[in-house]
């Protein structure tokens, strides 16, 4: 006889978490004023961040691509070239991954990955911990801008620091976990064959005035390109962190935006002296940021204003945030499409502890530095 299995249709669980995370939080805040705390919220984060981290965007790409055209990315790699095998265990090239992810996002080391020319240079547990390397580098330079923007102009550059710091500790970690697994991917190479080098190219024929322009319109195009791909994370991510984040109103809940149920800082409450040992946190409402930037640092970015409007956010959270922010940059929704595109797609899970454990180094390394700094 063949046993009876009842098979529960895939929606009804869906449905289930759903009116779990809904029913609580409307059960608080009453139907109504969630819903409209939800748009609004929603709509002041399109219309007071995203167009503002927006220009960002267009700003520090068109400056990415000047640097590009004119030789300046070339002259920064050679300058961090030395660096690459005593820290990272990389070859010298890598540190154009670095150059480049730091200008644009963490996606950009996966294009060059793919360069053949560029891939002969390393063995194989060295190639699939490019993405470790370039992650923890993605979007620096909006991170650091839009920090500075905030107020803050030593701060960023402190969690800079421990953004590096958190990347040899990522990438180092992911390259022992794939030995680990293949052993031998420490001797294989990625491509077996050499590529010969391409010519170099014939000298342009534009004036310089044209090729500013073209460089600074195409650099600001592709700006515009990052702006909107961080549209849904910004709006979706951060609007449930941020009602989870915050309170009701002095007169109680009325529908405005930015109300909330006061979830996560509750949470963090429990323990909140392991965030404070860690990170030096003084508030229990910025564990919100590091959880924001597991999906996407962009939307991150978008709670930093009312934390500082409130008073939440001093300098060392600055620092921690910077780090935390630009190590991790939404490297959850980036590493399984990231290893995949590489055909490693098995070693998602290892690459995410050894970031998981990279990012977390890299804000407690970014709170000392800032202590150290504070006595100064």
């Known amino acids: 006889m063949k046993k009876f299995r009842l098979r529960i249709p895939e929606g009804i669980p869906c449905l289930v978490v759903i009116g779990l995370i809904f029913g609580y939080i409307g059960s608080i805040m009453g139907l109504p004023n969630m819903l409209n705390t939800i748009m609004k919220t929603a709509h002041d984060l399109l219309l007071n961040t995203v167009f503002y981290l927006m220009g960002i965007c267009v700003i520090t790409g068109a400056l990415g691509r000047l640097f590009v055209e004119f030789g300046v990315v070339k002259l920064i790699e050679r300058l961090l070239r030395p660096l690459m095998k005593p820290l990272f265990n990389l070859p010298g090239v890598a540190s154009l991954g670095a150059v480049v992810t730091f200008l644009s996002d963490n996606p950009a080391i996966i294009t060059l990955a793919q360069d053949k020319r560029f891939a002969t240079y390393f063995k194989k547990y060295q190639y699939i911990s490019l993405t470790n390397f370039g992650t923890a580098f993605g979007m620096g330079l909006l991170v650091i801008v839009f920090m500075v923007g905030q107020g ?37 190479a990625v491509i077996e064959e050499h590529v010969e080098e391409e010519k170099a190219e014939v000298q342009k024929h ?39 984040t915050f309170g009701p109103a002095e007169s109680g809940y009325t529908g405005g935006a930015y109300e909330g149920v006061e979830l ?29 930037a597991l999906g996407a640092v962009g939307a ?60 977390l180094v890299a804000a407690i ?7 150290l700094y504070a006595l100064i």
């Not at 800079?160 to 040899?168: I, Q, Y």
């Not at 052993?183 to 294989?188: G, L, V």
């Not at 409450?269 to 003084?282: A, D, K, V």
């Open 300 to 359: 991150a970015l978008s709670v930093v204003p009312n934390f500082v409007a409130e008073g939440w956010m001093d300098g060392n959270a600055i620092a921690v945030c910077t780090a935390i922010g630009m190590c991790w940059s939404g490297y959850l929704s980036t590493h399984t499409a990231m290893l995949d595109s590489l055909g490693y797609r098995q070693l998602t899970t290892k690459a995410i502890l050894a970031h998981t454990i990279g990012g």
């Open 206 to 244: 534009e004036s310089l005035f044209i090729r500013v322009l073209n460089a600074l319109l195409d650099g600001g195009r592709s700006g515009v390109d990052v702006g909107i791909a961080i549209i849904p994370g910004v709006l979706i991510i951060s609007t449930f962190v941020m009602i989870l």
């Open 152 to 188: 803050f102009y030593v701060e960023p550059f402190i969690g800079l620091a421990g953004a590096f710091c958190g990347c040899v500790v990522s990438t180092r970690l992911m390259q022992r976990f794939v030995v680990q697994a293949y052993p031998q991917y420490a001797e294989e």
């Open 264 to 292: 996560l800082p509750w949470l963090a409450n429990q323990c909140s002296w392991l965030f404070e040992w860690l990170f030096g946190f003084t508030d229990p409402h910025l564990v919100a940021f590091p959880i924001t």
């Open 365 to 371: 390394i970014a709170h000392w530095i800032y202590l």
